[in-house]
Every structure is written in C-alpha cells, then in structure tokens.
T-cell receptor, first 115, second 113 residues
C-alpha cells in the first residue's frame, strides 16, 4: 500500500487566495483526520470523518476553513480566504479502527506558507 | 485547553544513555495512549502504545510507563541512538468515546554522539 497520500507537499500563496489541500487515505480505512501542526500547539485536530461523514469539526478554526470527503478515497481541506496565520504543516491521517488498532497512519503533510 | 501536555520542548541526551520523555494528561476519560515519532519533512509514525489497564509496555529499546493516578506517562529509550533524534509526540484517546487522538506539543530529542 502507498500509505496516506497528500498533495501538494508545499504550497506558497498570497494572502486572500483560496488554498485546497488534498488527501487520499489508505484503502479500507474508514476514518480520516485532518491535523495542523504549529510550534505553539503541536498537532491540533481540525476535523475528522467516519465513513465519509464529518463527525467532529470543532477544531476548525474559522468559517474560512472547510473540508469535504466526497468518497472513501478522497478528501479536501479548503481555506478561503487564506491568511498568514494559516501558515503551518497540515497532515491527513487515516485509521481502520478494527482489531484494536487505534493508531493513525499519517501522510507526509503539506507545508502551507501564506505571504 | 491543552488536555495532553509535554512540558519539555527539547531534550538532549548522549548516545548510549537513557532518554526519558514525559507527558501529562488532564482528561480522566482517556484510556489509551500512544507515542509517535516524527522526522523533518515526514509525517508522524506510530512508535508504541499502552492501554490504561497496564502500567508498562515494552518493545525493544522502547518502554512506555503509565501512572494513572498521576495522569502521567513516560517513554524510555535505552540505549539511545543517533537515529532516535526526532520530535516525539504523546497522544491519548477515549476508546469508547470519539476515538480521536489528542496530541501534545511534542518534544525534540537530540542524541549526541
């Protein structure tokens, strides 16, 4: 398996522009998570899906952030409009939550820089 | 509200010695704990875990200890090797609840030759 695949690896955009981050989870994993890593707060959960349905979006910082999972193999995280304080590394992770396996498999992340 | 805390942003240890990374949590509903390791430009990777019914779990050079009364866990690495230099994240979840991992801020471990 290729693991969790995220694109792009790096994104540099100007303030006010729309940014879309993409994620392909591991096949068969029914839960998908979006995290953001910052120096101050470490890894923060933004939103997670179970069977393509958003379960908890309480971590989404503002209405500028939105996430979708149209099918079991694809998810997007969109920021519109983007701001410099959104600069961070965004990770996607997936998990099957079967057989007592509670650890997530993470993608390599997207480093977002908003200038 | 930081439910999982790693109070040491960084730790430096000599090669061959023991590395001890600490983690505290506040939510008594957490019943499963994990440690992740992260290299630069990579995603976190699972290292070791422990259920709240245990107080110790060992896997090779890595041992995790859990003190439920103190709401504290620690990761011991013995002996420490240069390849262990990375950021280590502590995480916790409630298996019967939302099953979402709550992470600490991370500790950067540097192993000096």
């Amino acid at each position: 398996d290729a693991g969790v695949i995220q694109s792009p690896r790096h994104e540099v955009t100007e303030m006010g522009q729309e940014v879309t981050l993409r994620c392909k989870p591991i096949s068969g994993h029914n839960s998908l998570f979006w995290y953001r890593q910052t120096m101050m707060r470490g890894l923060e959960l933004l939103i997670y899906f179970n069977n393509n349905v958003p379960i908890d979006d309480s971590g989404m910082p503002e209405d500028r952030f939105s996430a979708k999972m149209p099918n079991a193999s694809f998810s997007t995280l969109k920021i519109q409009p983007s701001e410099p304080r959104d600069s961070a590394v965004y990770f996607c992770a997936s998990n099957p939550f079967v057989g007592g396996n509670y650890g997530y498999t993470f993608g390599s992340g997207t480093r977002l820089t908003v200038v | 509200d930081q439910q999982v805390k790693q109070n040491s942003p960084s730790l430096s240890v000599q090669e061959g010695r023991i590395s001890i990374l600490n983690c505290d949590y506040t939510n008594s509903m957490f019943d499963y704990f994990l440690w992740y390791k992260k290299y630069p430009a990579e995603g976190p990777t699972f290292l070791i875990s422990i259920s709240s019914i245990k107080d110790k779990n060992e896997d090779g050079r890595f041992t995790v200890f859990l003190n439920k009364s103190a709401k504290h866990l620690s990761l011991h690495i013995v002996p420490s090797q240069p390849g262990d230099s990375a950021v280590y994240f502590c995480a916790a979840l409630n298996i019967q609840g939302a099953q979402k991992l709550v992470f600490g801020q991370g500790t950067r471990l540097t192993i000096n030759p």
